[in-house]
Structure formats: C-alpha cells, structure tokens
C-alpha cells in the first residue's frame, strides 16, 4: 500500500502518479489534498508520513510545488526517511543506500514523465543494507537525540 499526498500545486501530477500506481498494480491510499484550493502541505504531508510510520502504509510519495517544503514536513515524522528527487537515479540510490520509505518531487520542477520514472525507480528497488545500515541507524539515533559520533 503507497501513501500519496500533495498539496494544491500538485493535484493534477498526483492523479497521473495514481495512473502509474493503478498500471503498475499497486493499492494506494490518498491522502489528499483533492482540489486545487490553497491549502497547508504540512497537513498532508503528515497524513501520508505518519501512516508510512504507523507500518499501515509501505512507502509513500508526496509532491507539492517544488518538493521542498513537503519533504521537511514528512521528515519531521519520527521514522520517515523521505527522499527528495528530481532524476531517476536519485531515486534508486535513495532507496539503495538511504532506505528511503518516503519520495518527495516538485509538480513545478519535474514533468510528469521524469515524475514516472523517478517513481517507478522508487518503487523497485531495494535496499542494500551492509555498509549503510549504519548510516541508517545514525539517523534514528540523530531522531533520539542520541550522540552519533
Ligand atoms: C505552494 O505555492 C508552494 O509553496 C508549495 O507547493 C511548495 O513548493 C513548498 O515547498
């Protein structure tokens, strides 16, 4: 199950990801925004973060204008790893070497095409564990606010 979000910048990109998500045979649950009504993407960001972290979600992908503000947001849910990529390539790494369970792009940045392809990398491609597991657990441990060095 992938848990989408976006706010108002983003609606109509969202509804092409869902496209990709229904092509690809994937549940998805949708945690809004629905309109193209100005709203707040932290909202949505946290609707989607904290069921990825809840484990009722397995990964999740939010978008809003540039990416940036939506990925903050869903980075402050504790547990969220949530890339922010404009390229396929950082997507596949943030899932190799990060264990991203979150992707962020920008509808502004983006075209919905590159957007296709940074998802599809996203979500078929696997962790690689070993020397950056970690690195992982640093970052759990930065969440705590434990001493990581
Ligand atoms: C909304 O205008 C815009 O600020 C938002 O979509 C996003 O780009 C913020 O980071």
Redesign the pocket.
């Known amino acids: 199950m992938i848990a989408l979000a976006c706010?108002?910048?983003?609606v109509g990109m969202k509804n092409e990801i869902i496209k990709l998500l229904e092509e690809m045979g994937l549940t998805y649950k949708d945690f809004g925004t629905y309109t193209e009504e100005s709203c707040a993407?932290p909202v949505f960001a946290a609707r989607a973060a904290r069921a990825v972290a809840a484990g009722e979600c397995d990964r999740g992908i939010v978008i809003?204008?540039?990416g940036?503000?939506?990925s903050i947001a869903a980075n402050k849910v504790r547990g969220i790893r949530c890339g922010l990529c404009s390229d396929p390539l950082s997507a596949e790494l943030t899932r190799r070497h990060n264990d991203a369970n979150m992707l962020a792009f920008?509808a502004?940045i983006v075209g919905v095409e590159l957007a296709k392809a940074i998802v599809r990398a996203f979500l078929t491609t696997e962790y690689e564990g070993g020397r950056h597991q970690a690195r992982v657990d640093m970052l759990a441990k930065l969440e705590n606010g434990e001493d990581i060095e």
């Open positions: 706010d108002h910048a983003a993407y809003c204008g540039t940036i503000g939506i920008g502004r």
